[in-house]
């Protein structure tokens, strides 16, 4: 159980989401929000209050009489609940119904509380409404896709339940559930705000970092398979340079190598005093994927944790407009609906995310090219060359998956269209741009699932398997319960779908 009451921490989110923990809303929100509602009741009696007695957007100069305001809040809903695209996964809906809630929570949108007991309800009964990929521009916040999420509260739209879509209005009679009671300013309340783009962000940041877990893995090993020295993520060196980061790194890859019997020290080697060839016949130094993880990994490292730190403090955060002021018995009008700060963390987790894709492709390069690796060969193909193809029909797979990484990590940030007759002159994207990220991270897990069936193989073909680290042992039985070795030539997309849910689910 976990209980909304002052602030929910991104690992409470998460548990909620990924561990399907019940929320329990707190009587003190309860009381904050029904004060808030009643407050706002009262103070819009004989004052003009945007999205309360006014029309929308360019809209708001138009008066709208008392008799029509309620019907006004079903109009917005109705109206743009206009998306399109592919439907979110039920996932990143539940964890925008999350965001939506805890924001409403907070007492500064003057709801009903009939709204915070539904949200709660569709979370624990996890029923998660159809959201389109496509739709809002992040400016007066996640538009129409946080009004098909308004659309399910009024019982209408369609809804995703034990596996079909349904009409939300046959689910609801199934469970027993009853729409929110639209009073004041709900339409307005539910879909002015960032919660799509935050909860598809939290749901980003989640993979982001078993990503990040498997790209240090697999680095790991590939620096068994070569037994590299291990100078290069030596506390000594990494502590010359002062990025956290990159010092966490290399500290997680001494932890990971700690019992590998392949790692080699230099002065073992190299500074024995011993070695007087004119050209040296084992590497002074690897290669930089192999080398220079610390240096790749710590950047992205330090992004996740930033971006991570971003979306907790927006989901915690009042993020619709007008702002009830209950304490100072007062309205304020303003901007928190804008989405800049979620685009642009999205932005900088998507860019690192095609950053560890790039150094996985160039690994699985590295092991696939004998020339260069001049230990394997080619392709990693454990049957006959020029038979057999071992690894070289998925290699461009994961080459054409990179790329698409590539071109995907361009900015939305800086992809502002003004629309709403220049009302929103200036806009954020922000939807895009975790919808976007989610897709290169999709795209790792692709090329990470590669790079993996390939190390297992290089690990047979050099006969390590007793000889690698605990750590990469665990991962490696793993993978061959999936793909046992092989050398004949076989139908590889199944085995490469099963080693990515493997990595998705761990």
């Given amino acids: 159980m976990n209980t909304i009451n002052e602030y929910l921490s991104l690992a409470e989110f998460e548990s909620i989401i990924f561990g399907n923990n019940k929320v329990v809303v707190s009587d003190v929100v309860l009381n904050r929000v029904n004060e808030s509602f009643n407050f706002l009741k009262e103070f819009s009696g004989n004052k003009v209050i945007y999205g309360v007695n006014t029309g929308f957007g360019p809209m708001a100069q138009y008066r709208i009489k008392e008799s029509d305001q309620i019907q006004l809040q079903y109009n917005l809903i109705r109206s743009h609940s206009s998306g399109t695209g592919k439907p979110l996964s039920p996932v990143c809906a539940k964890a925008a119904i ?8 907070l007492g500064n949108s003057g709801v009903h509380p009939s709204v915070i007991h539904l949200m709660a309800e ?10 389109f990929e496509h739709g809002g521009v992040g400016a007066s916040g996640d538009l129409v896709q946080l009004s098909h999420l308004a659309l399910v509260l009024i019982g209408e739209g369609e809804v995703f339940y034990k596996g079909d879509r ?5 689910v609801f009679e199934i469970e027993g559930l009853k729409p929110i009671q639209v009073e004041i300013r709900e339409g307005l309340a539910l879909i002015n705000g960032t919660s799509v783009m935050t909860g598809i962000g939290v749901v980003n940041v989640h993979y982001a970092n078993k990503l990040l877990d498997w790209s240090l893995k697999a680095s790991c090993a590939i620096n068994e398979l070569v037994q590299a020295y291990d100078d290069h993520f030596s506390e000594e060196l990494n502590q ?11 500290a997680k890859m001494r932890a990971n190598l700690s019992d590998s019997t392949l790692i080699r020290k230099r002065e073992d080697h190299l500074y024995s005093g011993e070695n007087t060839e004119e050209i040296f016949k084992e590497k002074v130094q690897e290669y930089y994927s192999l080398r220079c993880v610390p240096q790749i990994l710590g950047p992205v490292l330090e992004t996740i944790n930033n971006v991570a730190s971003i979306l907790e403090d927006e989901f915690n955060s009042a993020n619709d407009n007008p702002i009830i002021d209950v304490k100072n018995k007062h309205v304020y009008h303003g901007g928190n609906f804008h989405g800049d700060y979620i685009s642009l963390e999205m932005d900088k987790l998507k860019i690192v995310i095609t950053k560890l894709t790039m150094l996985a492709e160039r690994q699985l390069n590295y092991l696939l090219n004998s020339k260069i690796n001049e230990i394997l060969p080619p392709f990693v ?9 071992g690894m070289q029909g998925v290699q461009f797979v994961a080459t ?3 790329a698409e990484s590539q071109m995907l ?3 939305m940030y800086v992809h502002s269209i003004p629309n709403n007759n220049d009302n929103q002159d200036i806009v954020s994207m922000g939807t895009n741009s975790a919808v976007i990220t989610s897709k290169v991270i999709e795209n790792s897990f692709e090329v990470l699932a590669i790079e993996l069936i390939t190390i297992v193989q290089a690990i047979d073909y050099l006969q390590q398997k007793d000889k690698i680290s605990s750590v990469t042992k665990k991962w490696y039985d793993d993978v061959r319960k999936i793909i046992p070795v092989f050398k004949e030539d076989q139908v590889m997309y199944p085995f490469v779908q099963q080693v990515k849910d493997y990595l998705i689910n761990s």
Avoid: C, M, W, Y
């Fill in 98 to 105: 999350l965001a939506r809630l805890n924001t409403l929570s």
């Fill in 122 to 131: 569709l979370i624990n009964r996890d029923i998660t409404p159809l959201i």
């Fill in 166 to 170: 349904r009409p939300t209005s046959e």
């Fill in 240 to 250: 010359t340079k002062r990025h956290k980061g990159q010092q966490e790194v290399a």
């Fill in 381 to 389: 193909n454990l049957g006959t060359l020029g038979f057999n193809f």
């Fill in 400 to 402: 054409s998956t990179t």
């Fill in 409 to 411: 990590s361009n900015p």
